[in-house]
């Protein structure tokens, strides 16, 4: 029984495989930053996939969906998807967050053929690590080191970490308070017996769900998965402020057509809606410098 992950719906929603532009690879280096350890294996080793195939995929099979990028119980599928996603997965920031390196400009030297060339994987784990593999927390751990091994291997991909001033926006409460509702239920099987379709949130908790014209219903999020569903409609980072720990049922509006999404649309829903604002801001922010990759080896 393959479980899938809604992780491609979710990103899609958010429009997170852009390529970072030139004018943001264009400044001054910053120190390095260590790097997150990796998860081990069963033999003391950080973890790598037993076998794997990597190809591209040029006849269209597949459409990126929560089918065709899955993980398995003994290891990960993925039909007609950009190298791109892969790399937001295997790469998390130090905070946690999934997908978190996607945001605008968080990731620099992204060549444009990891979001326009797609690829299919199949991949699967040593007998050894698969039972550690069921467990949902240690998968969470597990599965960007297996796939940061993977584009090591076949894309010799090399990375580094800097901090980089960065114009931002703080998420804060708006001067009348927090208008939210607190979540009905944040247990994911009755969230989606109540709302059919929904799909989880990866790596943050809750769930969500994508309606007409780009509007979203969230479902048991923290203030920090608002903020990365807001970092990627906004076009800068959303840092949480809030100082709320609650988790909350949240129903983001479709943008008026032909309507100016960053400069009026969430600024004016955030504050009438729910109370709260987004703040402009400098912050050093942690980027992911991508130094080198190429297309994979075929196997």
């Given at each position: 029984?393959?479980?899938?992950?809604?992780?491609?719906?979710?990103?899609?929603?958010?429009?997170?495989?852009?390529?970072?532009?030139?004018?943001?690879?264009a400044?001054?280096?910053?120190?390095?930053?260590?790097?997150?350890?990796?998860?081990?294996?069963?033999?003391?080793?950080?973890?790598?996939?037993?076998?794997?195939?990597?190809?591209?995929?040029?006849?269209?099979?597949?459409?990126?969906?929560?089918?065709?990028?899955?993980?398995?119980?003994?290891?990960?599928?993925?039909?007609?998807?950009?190298?791109?996603?892969?790399?937001?997965?295997?790469?998390?920031?130090?905070?946690?967050?999934?997908?978190?390196?996607?945001?605008?400009?968080?990731?620099?030297?992204?060549?444009e053929?990891?979001?326009?060339?797609?690829?299919?994987?199949?991949?699967?784990?040593?007998?050894?690590?698969?039972?550690?593999?069921?467990?949902?927390?240690?998968?969470?751990?597990?599965?960007?080191?297996?796939?940061?091994?993977?584009?090591?291997?076949?894309?010799?991909?090399?990375?580094?970490?800097e901090?980089?001033?960065?114009?931002?926006?703080?998420l804060?409460?708006?001067k009348?308070?927090?208008?939210?509702?607190?979540?009905?239920?944040?247990?994911?099987?009755?969230?989606?017996?109540?709302?059919?379709?929904?799909?989880?949130?990866p790596?943050?908790?809750?769930?969500?769900?994508?309606?007409?014209?780009?509007?979203?219903?969230?479902?048991?999020?923290?203030?920090?998965?608002?903020?990365?569903?807001?970092?990627?409609?906004?076009?800068?980072?959303?840092?949480?402020?809030?100082?709320?720990?609650?988790?909350?049922?949240?129903?983001?509006?479709?943008?008026?057509?032909?309507?100016?999404?960053?400069e009026?649309?969430?600024?004016?829903?955030?504050?009438?809606?729910?109370?709260?604002?987004?703040v402009?801001?400098?912050?050093?922010?942690?980027?992911?410098?991508?130094?080198?990759?190429?297309?994979?080896?075929?196997?």
């Open positions: 029984m393959r479980t899938s992950s809604r992780s491609l719906l979710f990103s899609a929603a958010m429009g997170l495989f852009v390529v970072p532009s030139s004018s943001v690879h400044q001054p280096p910053a120190a390095p930053l260590a790097s997150p350890n990796p998860a081990l294996g069963e033999n003391g080793t950080p973890l790598t996939f037993a076998v794997a195939s990597v190809r591209r995929n040029i006849t269209g099979t597949g459409s990126c969906d929560p089918e065709h990028f899955s993980l398995l119980p003994d290891g990960f599928h993925m039909a007609n998807c950009p190298l791109i996603a892969v790399l937001f997965f295997a790469e998390v920031p130090s905070d946690g967050t999934t997908l978190g390196f996607s945001t605008s400009g968080r990731t620099v030297g992204a060549p053929w990891m979001s326009s060339e797609r690829y299919d994987i199949e991949a699967r784990l040593e007998e050894a690590d698969r039972a550690e593999w069921q467990n949902s927390a240690a998968q969470k751990k597990m599965f960007p080191t297996l796939l940061q091994a993977l584009l090591e291997e076949r894309c010799k991909l090399t990375v580094h970490r901090l980089r001033e960065r114009a931002v926006y703080d804060v409460i708006a009348n308070g927090p208008k939210l509702s607190s979540a009905e239920s944040t247990l994911p099987a009755d969230i989606l017996a109540k709302h059919p379709g929904v799909g989880a949130v790596g943050s908790g809750g769930m969500f769900a994508v309606g007409p014209g780009g509007s979203m219903a969230l479902y048991g999020v923290s203030m920090r998965t608002l903020s990365t569903v807001l970092s990627n409609r906004a076009g800068r980072l959303v840092v949480d402020r809030t100082g709320l720990t609650g988790l909350y049922d949240i129903h983001l509006d479709a943008p008026e057509p032909h309507t100016d999404e960053t009026s649309y969430i600024f004016t829903m955030l504050q009438e809606k729910f109370g709260l604002k987004l402009s801001a400098k912050e050093q922010v942690e980027t992911l410098v991508i130094d080198h990759i190429e297309r994979p080896s075929e196997n």
